[in-house]
């Protein structure tokens, strides 16, 4: 059984479509983020949703939109694709509460743009 | 920017206890220590936390130093499958995001 899962698991794509990425965690957690990991391996949080709401969006360009149908749902819209967002996408969730909160990411969406 | 200082690379032999530092001697009360792995090409997967106790569990031994300016990862038979990015995170409580850092490259070889 799958925690956290996103499609697709590879993307190639040309420059300037749009594009979606899906994620989805059946783990019941109530919070979702999605990372980017760029070539030189460095991992930064783009967006965090915590009951469907949209809690951290940090310097993410407008082009970018993160969507949350429900709790379990959080998907990533990308607008006008530039060579620049090719990367690797994570998805995580977690639980909040005291005591620390660990996040369980999914596979990553490896997007390539053309 | 990330709040912590690890090695870049580290080795390790196979059946041998592997042991990866980290600095975070800015670390406040209300902040926990976390390490992730990345293994090649895998999202990163959570390992262990603490606060300022040492904890264990199946995976590793985390041992935090009494004034929690640094922590030690311990693997205690490392195999080649432990062979990834550590990243060692410090974060508050109820913050959302983590922020990773460069991590230590550990290589356990035969």
């Known amino acids: 059984d799958t925690a956290v899962s996103q499609t697709p698991k590879y993307l190639v794509t040309q420059m300037g479509n749009d594009k979606s990425i899906k994620c989805e965690q059946n783990l019941g957690h109530d919070t979702m983020y999605w990372y980017k990991q760029d070539s030189k391996k460095f991992l930064k949080i783009m967006f965090s949703y915590n009951n469907k709401e949209l809690i951290i969006n940090e310097t993410v360009p407008n082009r970018f939109s993160p969507k949350s149908p429900d709790k379990a749902h959080l998907n990533l819209h990308i607008n006008s694709l530039e060579l620049g967002d090719s990367a690797v996408y994570f998805c995580?969730?977690?639980?909040?509460?005291?005591?620390?909160?660990?996040?369980?990411f999914g596979p990553g969406t490896r997007l390539l743009v053309l | 920017d990330a709040k912590t200082t690890q090695p870049p690379s580290m080795d390790c032999a196979e059946g041998r206890a592997a042991n990866l530092p980290c600095n975070h001697s800015?670390?406040?009360?209300?902040?926990?220590v976390y390490w992730y792995r990345q293994i090649h090409s895998q999202g990163p997967q959570y390992i262990i936390h603490?606060?300022?106790n040492n904890e264990t569990n199946e995976m590793a031994s985390l041992i935090i130093t009494e004034d929690r300016k640094s922590s030690t990862l311990i693997l205690p038979h490392a195999t080649l499958r432990d062979t990834a990015v550590y990243y060692c995170?410090?974060?508050?409580?109820?913050?959302?995001?983590?922020?990773f850092g460069k991590g230590t490259k550990l290589s356990v070889k035969p």
């Open positions: 800015t670390i406040s009360g209300n902040e926990y």
């Open positions: 603490g606060l300022k």
């Open positions: 995170i410090v974060r508050g409580g109820s913050q959302g995001n983590l922020i």
């Open positions: 995580a969730s977690s639980q909040s509460g005291q005591g620390g909160e660990t996040q369980y």
